[in-house]
């Protein structure tokens, strides 16, 4: 199984006095999605769903992805998680004065690469209409992915991108069998969450975080991944067999905390709280099975949020015999 993405950095300079909060994804996500729908909406006054154009429109894939039409797996599903993650700047810097430069990653997944020079046109816009208080501009300067510049505001140019492959084995998700994986015994390991990780379990977020809690979710996001954005078939993983194993595996330190915030949605014209765990974890068992999926993870993150850059989480260290 293949889950193709594609890492972008963005830079920007600000054109005047800018005010950001602390932790800034929720401002970024939340001013490229009223200038995506800006950009490519055609009908701007009607809900996705009931639009006639929404089973072909663009922002209706980004934000609202439907599932296909005849569609026998994942039914009870209404949307996909989205195919983009948003990483804000990792300081809690707040004031940006004109001409002070910060940058920020997009990864888009899957189909969405295609739609790259949609994504650029639409934060081009954004700094265009302003963001933050006082609706303060910026310039979108450059995006780079790995390090080599894929578009240029100066010259207006976009260069052609490939697509970075995560790979999952298919035995290991079809049959829950680590077999025809490494023989290198994995005894442990710890996990650092870099941005604030909401993970819901029976219906309730948690703080005490189980290894096979955050299996199942992240488990449960790749698949609708797969399946949604990149065209793979996951009738056959078997999910059960996966799970059990995970619940073998213990903790062995835990030093998580709560981290609080809030964001303002325009949309529903309110103030939404999206607190998290951060910190770090330490998991003990045989992790061999579960590493192509936790490393995956590291690029795609887990839990709600995702969108916002929420659920970041790093492989810090493990244990191998």
Known sequence: MNISYAPFDFRVRAREPLIMPPYKGSMLRGGFGHAFKRVVCAIKSKECSDCLLHQKCIYSYVFETPPPVGTKIMTKYRSAPHPFVIEPPHDTRREYHEGDEFSFRLILIGKAIDYLPYFVYAFDEL?????GKGKAGFTLLD????????YESASKTLKPVGATRLSI?????????PGSLSDEEVSSLTLSFVTPTRILYDHHLTLDLEFHIFFRNLLRRLALIAYFHCGEDTSSWNFKELIK????????KRALSWYDWERYSGRQDTRMKLGGFVGEI???GDMRPF????????????????????????????ERG
């Open 169 to 177: 084995d298919n035995a290991l998700l079809m049959h829950g069998d």
């Open 143 to 150: 995006v780079r992915t790995d390090g080599e510049i894929t």
């Open 245 to 252: 194993r995970a619940e073998g595996v213990t903790v062995m």
């Open 291 to 318: 590493l192509q999926i936790i490393e995956a993870g590291e690029v795609l993150h887990v839990g709600k949020g995702t969108a916002f850059g929420l659920g970041k989480y790093a492989i810090k260290d493990s």
């Open 282 to 284: 330490t998991f003990e």
């Open 127 to 131: 700094g265009r209409i302003g963001i």
